[in-house]
């Protein structure tokens, strides 16, 4: 052997009896387990529960009186009663990119985008198995978190989209009824019930691990990913649809959805040219603040509240000049 190796050889000629360490190591996740849930975060769950059914009564309430427009061919969603023409849609793959969108009727799930996760009966349970994805089941992730942090689930909690603008105010004969006043309480309750869903779900991430697929949008809430092949970037390929999972955020159990946002600068109708100086927002943010919301500070630069406008392109007009007659000179010889 290389004296310059010397120092770095190590030899390990012990062997390690997996049979005796099995029980230990089970011992240690039953003690693990017992930690959990954790008794000064089953508040900040039960807020969290609250603050989401709020929100998507709030959301409904909303989309009876502003028209929201998804893309027929991409996840593009657009608060307004006609879509802009910034051409950004990605399409078919038969179709070019970059196209203006074709715009259809929205609904609930296009500004709160549903995130489901296996509901596992105990934190630290076995991991799901392929064969066994058919055996637990599919509810919201946000709920699932809750769950497993002490939070008490009732049947309501269970629906991501079952909430209507009738159950939200029960005696009002209609939604159209509502004076900007009250309208401006729906907005600013809504808005409130955003932020303090977002904040609640980051809290519960610093206590309880949940993890994301890192090539496709499947979440998991628990110490291990589950082992269901279901990631679809890899189904031709030889890793048979296995995800690669790492630690989530706030993002992927509560998608923002980023929309274009005009300002009372822009024109009517957003149109390609002037992409670079409109502003953006989140859905559940620039459908409250059509409503009358307060916004909070920390969206104005995202939202270019004090952006310049477009320029206006004015194209010159074309003259038309009428062909002169040529003279033609005749030679006679």
């Given amino acids: 052997m290389p004296m310059a190796l010397r120092g770095h050889w190590r030899s390990y ?27 000064g975060m089953i508040p900040v769950a039960q807020e969290v529960l609250k603050a989401r059914e709020l929100l998507f009564q709030g959301v409904s309430t909303l989309l009876k009186l502003f028209p929201v427009l998804a893309c027929k061919f991409c996840p593009e969603v ?41 509901h596992l009966h105990n934190m ?68 409130k019930a955003w932020e303090t869903l977002r904040s609640g779900v980051k809290k519960l991430l610093s206590v309880y691990p949940v993890k994301v697929c890192k090539y496709c949008s499947e979440v998991h809430v628990g110490p291990s990913g589950h082992r269901a092949r279901l990631c679809g970037v890899f189904k031709n390929e030889s890793w048979r649809g296995v995800h690669f999972w790492e630690k989530a955020k706030v993002d992927d159990l509560v998608p923002p959805k980023i929309v274009w946002r005009r300002r009372p600068q822009d024109p009517l109708v957003l149109l390609n040219e002037g992409r670079d100086y409109y502003g953006h927002a989140p859905a559940v943010v620039d459908l409250c603040s059509k409503a009358g919301a307060v916004i909070p500070s920390k969206y104005f630069c995202m939202m270019k509240v004090s952006g310049l406008a477009a320029p206006i392109r004015v194209k010159p007009p074309i003259l038309q000049v009428k062909p002169q007659m040529e003279l033609v000179t005749i030679y006679i010889h």
């Avoid at 715009?103 to 296996?118: E, K, R, S, T």
């Fill in 13 to 39: 000629s012990s062997k390690v009896d997996l049979k005796k360490l099995r029980p230990m190591i089970l011992k240690r996740i039953e003690d693990r387990a017992k930690d959990y849930p954790v008794q």
């Fill in 78 to 118: 657009y608060i307004g009663e006609k879509g802009h023409l910034i051409q950004t849609c990605c399409g078919y793959k038969r179709i070019g990119k970059n196209r203006v969108h074709e715009w259809v009727h929205g609904g609930l799930n296009d500004i709160l985008v549903p995130v489901d996760a296996f």
């Fill in 124 to 191: 630290f349970q076995d991991v799901i198995k392929h064969q066994q994805r058919f055996d637990f089941e599919r509810i919201p992730a946000v709920v699932e978190l809750c769950s497993q942090a002490g939070a008490d689930l009732t049947d309501d909690n269970f629906n991501s989209g079952s909430f209507t603008a009738g159950e939200c105010y029960g005696d009002v004969s209609g939604i159209e009824s509502l004076s900007h006043d009250d309208l401006r309480v729906v907005a600013n309750g809504t808005l």
